[in-house]
């Protein structure tokens, strides 16, 4: 073996085994198992023979994915946050220009993307339970405007975004593409890999705490249902259905959000000091686990900010390809208007200094409200300069993200 597969096997390793010392940590599994645990996630990533990481200024991309790999995460639950930026990366970039750009300018700054072919947030459930429960927020708080951006500007055609979502074609490019139901989980894996087990040993509830919790732990697995049942069918093509695919994925995340408020809310206010401490300290424990494997947390001013020239509005490149007349330039400076008051809307709603899992639900409350009604901005301003515009206005407009680089 080459030194340089030798060094991409190590990099591989040493991440799943710092999530296989999560696994040991919070299951309560020996030695054998965490051995065991770490040789399970090499295969399901398709091993050194399917999947190759690249170091490259401090990140480890995966070159290659199959379908299986996509599911394999979902089936362990939320894992390491490291290996799911990895995956969501590849699945990303599976489908965009045959997979052949290392990078895309819609990444997050975590390295993750908040757009995997016609899907907005995979990754849902588990960004917002790591953020509540954990206080591992690098998920979560990576959403914010450059996703709008991307949905207006969309870096995928209609042949990428068919691979994700139509019937698996021949050839080993398209097998390598996740489809949509991949992509979101399915009913088998049900709340796996949520903490209430943990929870439990944790706190060693009473009767009645224990009520409380199985009373959590259904609504937990509510949330779950919800947020899938808001999985696309079918890919949008044009930026008008893709705003519309984001209200509808932030919509069930909002009622997902509040769903579980109620009992959460009850169960933790039975707690005692000792017992509020205990999951402090579990807590912790898991942002030290995920520190230690890479998933570093996002810094409370980033909030899902991204480089300025990579969503800089093009102007020029608008005025070429649709020559606007008067009508069109006014209604497309109050689009331009609105994504300003979008980004005035989710740079002062940041993320708070939440300490408590009720504080920390709220403030997911209160960012899902932000995102929604900037969405909600963007969208309606949208429509009025879409119907301005003739079909073949429209069909150059769609293109201006597919046609650029990272």
Known sequence: MSKTRIGIAVVIVATLLSSSALARARLGIGPLGVARFAVTRILSLGGLHHARAVQRRGQIRLASLRPQDVRSVMDFGPGNPAVRRQVAASAALAGWHGGRTANGWW????????????????????????????????GFWNYGYPDIYAAIFAPYGPEELAAYAGPGPHGRRHRRVPRLPQL??????????????????????????????????????????????????Q????????????????GAMMQAALAVQPPLVKFYDLLDDEQEAQLNALAEDRRKMSAASGATQAPAQQCGAAQPAVLRWPVDEIEARLRPNDTQRAALKALQDANARAVGILTSDCQPDAVTLPTRLDAVNGRL??????????????????????????????????????
């Open 107 to 138: 990444r997050h700054g975590d390295g993750g993307y908040g757009w995997v072919g016609p899907l907005f947030w995979p990754f849902a459930v588990y960004d917002i339970h790591d953020y509540t429960v954990w206080g591992d927020g690098i």
């Open 184 to 233: 979101c989980g399915d009913d088998r894996s049900e709340i796996a890999g949520l903490p209430i087990d943990q929870v439990r040993e944790a706190v060693q509830p009473n009767e009645a705490q224990r009520a409380a919790l199985d009373e959590l732990a259904g609504a937990l697995s509510s949330a779950v249902q919800m947020i899938r049942a808001s999985c696309p069918a």
């Open 235 to 250: 890919a949008a093509f044009t930026a008008p259905g893709r705003l519309a695919v984001m209200q509808q994925r932030i």
């Open 369 to 406: 409200a932000a995102m929604q009604q900037a969405v909600y901005l963007v969208s309606a301003a949208l429509e009025g300069f879409y119907a301005t515009l003739s079909d073949e206005q429209k069909a150059q407009f769609e293109t201006i993200g597919q046609k650029r680089t990272s």
